[in-house]
């Protein structure tokens, strides 16, 4: 992750930022250095950096010579770094703490032949932690506190709006320490031998909580979602406690994980699996882990040999795909529509299906895998990659319709409006920029 420098970080950060003023997105000039466009191809900051990113909140990522700092929507350098200190914007098509509420990750030596010590940089408030914690929870959640670990590798809370601590390091923790949601945070002590001895709840003053007797934690780092937290009981199994410190669904499951969007996946004593809601009630039961999920209200079983049917949480069958080859259907899109996946050999490609089980785009595609991972047409559109037939990219519409035509040699998911693309030309160089929804380049520059 120390090594992780600016080519990848511009990969994962040319992709564009909301704010009060709309998007801003890294752009090349014709000097041969990078300034900010807005959604309509103008320039707003004038090409003036050896390289950049795009805005995240407020700041956007740049680099000057060696040195890698940030910006504001002045234009302004309100940060240059050390050289050999690095900026980590985010992996995997995730950025730390999210594209609006989340930080960069500031990595370095504070002298030499010191360890590594990680401090942060918050894309709201531009404040700088400086290098001085062990660890920073790069997973950050949108609370203004984020959990750092200090020299003794004991956990604390640090404010993102002035870099200070607020919260005393003297939690433990076996990843990255306890996020606050909604006011609250979960916290564990634990014996010399790394086994948990106390349980807390803490609000964002700091004051602790107890949680009710014989009620514990298993494992460091619990998530709350829903207002919900699992604990296990006296009896060795899993319920769900909330941010009162109150037992709501009593300790019956052998495990149980965070509540999202109103339900829970569970394991239930016979080996089974299963959802439930926030009062407990039983909405879906398998004996397959992988299909123990509910989302938009829906979930999807198994029906037989390449046949899949998506239930409402009411029990409602809502309609069955089955078809050749056939290996996953999914749960539905904020937009109703469906993925579902076809195998063949090792290969998967990836259609679409509406909640009428009527496929409205064949499986022949493959997504952008760095970018908004797990999400899908953003803005109405869906970047796809025809590896099969044209090895091109282009975007399908939500009726399932190539709305903007195969010939990118890349392309990225749309924020705002416009994504960045780029296209192979026949003497071999290629055309970076960005298209409007459209299909229309809004700017490019070649390489």
Same mark, same amino acid.
């Given at each position: ?224 979602? &829903? +207002?919900?937290? /699992? *604990?296990?009981?006296?009896? !060795?199994? %899993? =319920?769900?406690?909330?941010?009162? #410190?109150? @037992? $709501? ?11 999202? &969007? +109103?339900?829970? /996946? *569970?394991?239930?004593?016979? !080996?089974? %699996? =299963?959802?439930?809601?926030?009062? #407990?009630? @039983? $909405? ?12 938009? +209200? ?16 009411? #029990? ?132």
């Amino acid at each position: 992750m120390k090594k992780l420098l600016c080519g990848i970080l511009c990969l994962l950060m040319l992709l564009g930022c909301a704010s009060a003023e709309g998007y801003w997105y890294a752009a090349k000039g014709d000097n041969g250095l990078w300034g900010h466009i807005d959604e309509t191809g103008n320039w707003v900051i004038p090409p003036k950096f050896d390289d950049a990113g795009d805005f995240r909140g407020n700041y956007a990522w740049i680099q000057q010579g060696d040195r890698e700092g940030f910006a504001n929507r002045d234009g302004e350098i309100v940060l240059l770094l050390d050289e050999d200190v690095y900026v980590d914007s985010g992996y995997d098509g995730f950025y730390y703490g999210g594209r609006e509420t989340g930080i960069w990750l500031i990595e370095g030596k504070t002298e030499l032949g010191a360890e590594w010590v990680d401090g942060f940089f918050d894309v709201q408030s531009g404040v700088y932690s400086g290098l001085k914690w062990r660890q920073v929870r790069i997973w950050c959640s949108d609370s203004r506190l984020i959990p750092v670990a200090d020299e003794n590798w004991k956990w604390g809370y640090v404010s993102r709006d002035t870099g200070e601590m607020v919260i005393p390091a003297k939690y433990d923790s076996d990843n990255m320490g306890s996020n606050f949601y909604d006011g609250y945070a979960v916290v564990t002590v634990c014996d010399d031998d790394y086994n948990i001895v106390q349980t807390l709840l803490i609000d964002e003053t700091g004051k602790e909580y107890p949680l009710p007797e014989g009620i514990h934690e298993e494992y460091c780092d619990i998530e709350i979602g &829903d +207002g919900l937290f /699992e *604990v296990v009981g006296a009896n !060795g199994l %899993y =319920g769900y406690c909330n941010t009162s #410190g109150e @037992v $709501v669904i009593e300790p019956q499951f052998a495990y149980a994980f965070e509540f999202e &969007d +109103g339900y829970a /996946e *569970v394991e239930f004593t016979d !080996g089974t %699996y =299963g959802v439930i809601d926030q009062t #407990g009630k @039983v $909405v879906m039961r398998t004996t397959d882990t992988h299909y123990a999920d509910v989302r938009h +209200g829906c979930y999807v079983l198994p029906t037989g040999e390449h046949s899949f049917t998506m239930y409402s949480v009411a #029990g409602e069958e809502l309609f069955t795909l089955q078809g050749e080859n056939i290996v996953r259907l999914w749960t539905p899109e904020e937009n109703g529509l469906c993925m579902y996946v076809v195998e063949k050999g090792r290969q998967r490609r990836c259609g679409w299906v509406n909640m009428q089980g009527k496929i409205i785009s064949e499986a022949k595609w493959n997504f952008p895998d760095y970018d908004q991972t797990g999400v899908y047409f953003p803005s109405g559109l869906q970047a796809v990659y025809d590896i099969d037939g044209t090895r091109l990219a282009g975007y399908l519409n939500e009726s399932g319709e190539l709305a903007i035509p195969l010939q990118f040699s890349f392309v990225t998911q749309f924020y705002g409006k416009l994504a960045y693309v780029g296209m192979v030309q026949d003497d071999g160089t290629t055309q970076y920029g960005y298209i409007n929804q459209q299909g229309e380049w809004v700017y490019s520059w070649t390489e």
